[in-house]
């Protein structure tokens, strides 16, 4: 049985990447898959949060989840630290991945920059964490933007030795499935017309909750006026825009602005070149305005409504983690009998 895992970071500043990149997908994935969605509480941690933003952070994330469709009962939304597993599996996985891997990760040496003696333990360790995010619960298929896909290698790669290491102990226990092993390979998904929206102030930089300009990114909060200004200021070349899809190569600031409008109306880049190509941006930043308050408009109202009742979140994330324990705890026990840890009946 084919099953969905994914999270997002409850780092604050939620934005049309994530939105597009991950949570539109995460809905239409409802559709076909069983679907586990989480709010990866403990990987926000890796980097400083305030406590009081960090627990404010977490319901604005479920709260998005909620309002862009995911059905928490058809399917399962919860935090990361309410189920354990997450973190038992991922010290078993620090055991099995290997120090060379964990140093060819480029999002560690991005976050951590040049102050790497600084940096901590646990924004190290992540991939790891996400390894047992995946495979605590034999998910197959993980939707992400294209940053994450270097982390899904690792996950398989994990996963693979995690195999290879244990067979013999599988075997002996009776717990392969198929030819993989214990653990499936994880699939990476990077798929749709967003999978990585850009700043807009820089076409060469992915948007970011961590920009420190509010300007590169549109935040899911943001109201009509913020989000039309900051299409209108966004950065772009002089040229109007081409009629072909050729003529998008080595303009970046343009090609995200049509690939933005593309994600948000459903329809190929062709198309909006179609419609626009020849306009000059006064003519199409306007319009990309008008089409994502249109967009985000409802979910940001939607947002609001669940914010206002934060018993109701935490009841939703409650219920979910009950959920999510109960297919997490078995495949955890298996994965403990298998490494040869002893544990009461
Ligand atoms: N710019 C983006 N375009 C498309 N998808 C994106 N995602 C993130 N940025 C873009 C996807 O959103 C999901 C959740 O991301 P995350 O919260 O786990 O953290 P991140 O990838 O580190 O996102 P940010 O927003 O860029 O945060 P900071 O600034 O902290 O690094 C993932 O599926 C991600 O691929």
């Known amino acids: 049985q084919p099953r969905v895992f994914s999270g997002v970071q409850p780092t604050g500043n939620l934005h049309l990447g994530n939105y597009l990149g991950a949570i539109v997908r995460f809905v239409e994935m409802q559709k076909t898959h069983d679907c586990i969605y989480c709010v990866v509480d403990l990987h926000a941690i890796t980097v400083w949060q305030d406590p009081a933003a960090l627990r404010t952070q977490i319901r604005e994330v479920t709260a998005a989840f909620l309002a862009a469709g995911i059905d928490p009962e058809a399917h399962i939304v919860f935090n990361q630290s309410q189920v354990s597993a997450h973190a038992e599996l991922a010290w078993i996985f620090n055991c099995v991945a290997r120090l060379g891997w964990l140093n060819r990760m480029t999002q560690f040496k991005e976050k951590a920059g040049k102050d790497r003696e600084n940096a901590s333990v646990g924004l190290y360790a992540y991939p790891n964490l996400m390894s047992a995010d995946i495979l605590a619960y034999r998910a197959t298929h993980v939707p992400v933007g294209e940053d994450q896909k270097q982390h899904l290698e690792l996950a398989r790669d994990t996963a693979a030795k995690f195999n290879h ?27 749709g017309p967003a999978t990585r929206v850009m700043s807009l102030r820089d076409g060469s930089k992915k948007m970011s909750k961590s920009d420190p300009s509010d300007n590169s990114r549109i935040n899911l909060t943001d109201d009509a006026d913020a989000i039309a200004q900051k299409i209108r200021r966004a950065k772009t070349d002089p040229e109007p825009l081409p009629s072909e899809l050729d003529g998008l190569k080595g303009r970046p600031e343009a090609d995200n602005l049509v690939g933005i409008y593309a994600a948000l109306i459903g329809k190929p880049k062709a198309d909006v070149l179609a419609e626009f190509g020849g306009a000059q941006f ?23 409504e669940l914010l206002a009742d934060p018993a109701h979140i935490d009841a939703v994330l409650g219920r979910g983690a009950e959920r999510a324990r109960a297919i997490a705890a078995p495949i955890l026990a298996d994965v403990k009998d298998i490494v040869g840890l002893l544990r009461s009946a």
């Open 165 to 191: 290491d244990f067979a013999d102990s599988i075997a002996a226990l009776g717990l392969g499935v198929g030819d993989d092993g214990f653990f499936p390979q994880p699939e990476p998904l990077i798929q």
């Open 282 to 304: 006064s003519v199409f930043k306007p319009a990309l305005a008008d089409l994502a308050v249109d967009r985000l408009a409802p979910v940001a109202g939607k947002m609001r």
